[in-house]
């Protein structure tokens, strides 16, 4: 059984920082791939990054130059650097996982596997 557990959300003034981190466990694919997705109240969820086991990522354009997602192959862990955040970045961000599909995964049903959550809200 797949789990993805989100951690490290939390307040932040705009400009600051946070780190996301995403233990997976259970996961057996040798091609796979881990993203991060965000939903605001009232929004719909929305591709933030994503990475494959090859190590090539994918970035928001509202993220790009802010956010970093990396991976602990060693740890099974995925992170994503915030920085310079935005009051517009508040959101519930979840981590989520799949087999890598040709040409990459990237929109919500190309996921299966999804993490519980973890707020981030930054305040102006």
């Known amino acids: 059984q797949v789990q993805l557990v989100e951690s490290g959300g939390g307040s932040v003034q705009a400009g600051g920082s946070l780190r996301l981190s995403c233990a997976a466990s259970?996961?057996?694919?040798?091609?796979?791939?881990m993203g991060w997705f965000r939903q605001a109240p009232g929004k719909e969820r929305e591709g933030v990054a994503a990475i494959d086991n090859n190590g090539s990522t994918r970035y928001a354009d509202s993220v790009k130059g802010r956010f970093t997602i990396s991976k602990d192959y060693a740890k099974n862990t995925v992170y994503l650097e915030m920085n310079s955040l935005k009051p517009e970045d508040t959101a519930m961000y979840y981590c989520a996982a799949d087999i890598l599909f040709h040409g990459g995964n990237w929109y919500v049903s190309d996921f299966g596997y999804w993490g519980q959550g973890t707020q981030v809200a930054v305040s102006s």
């Open positions: 259970g996961y057996g694919y040798t091609s796979y791939c």
